[in-house]
């Protein structure tokens, strides 16, 4: 799965802001997955609640980019990470970054989540937002929805969003 895929900034003349963060340990990380810190190490963001941005890289301790995948295997977006890890990710942590990702369920199976100024947590897994968990515009959830992603390249199903609850402004 895809997870989230970077489409813009909702200000022209922006970018992302990256940040590079040690992974914890012994967890898979794939580019695009929600992260969040837990203590000093970066984490799946998880259900609900603040998190950090979004996985866009990973570069080793040495500072040179990873070229497996942490088993041995050819590096295809997916690394996963060693006990006592000092693999980094590359984190984009923009409030501004906007990002396409696919719902859990078909958008509108619950009211409003087809609309945009509405809120969605993710999955547990990180890399989808979770339809059923959609919340009206004004009540807070981890992503504000833009609407459904008009890119007939996007995934089906899919939403942009930005983050809405950042461990950077609690």
Do not use: H
């Amino acid at each position: 799965m895809a997870g989230f895929v970077y489409k813009g900034n909702r200000y022209a003349n922006q970018g992302r802001v990256l940040k590079e963060i040690t992974l914890a340990s012994s967890t898979e990380f794939t580019i695009g997955d929600a992260v969040k810190m837990s203590g000093a190490v970066l984490a799946l963001w998880g259900n609900g609640g603040a998190g950090l941005g979004i996985l866009v890289g990973f570069r080793k301790a040495d500072g040179n980019l990873v070229t497996d995948n942490g088993a041995g295997d050819d590096f295809t977006d997916t690394y996963t990470t060693p006990a006592s890890n000092t693999v980094k990710g590359i984190v984009d942590i923009s409030l501004n970054s906007l990002y396409s990702v696919a719902a859990d369920a078909a958008l509108g199976t619950t009211t409003g989540s087809d609309r945009f100024g509405v809120n969605f947590d993710c999955v547990a897994a990180s890399n989808q937002i979770d339809e059923s968990s959609v919340q009206a515009a004004g009540t807070t959830a981890s992503f504000f929805s833009e609407g459904a992603d008009p890119d007939p390249q996007a995934a089906s199903n899919s939403i942009i969003v930005s983050i809405q609850e950042s461990q950077l402004k609690i």
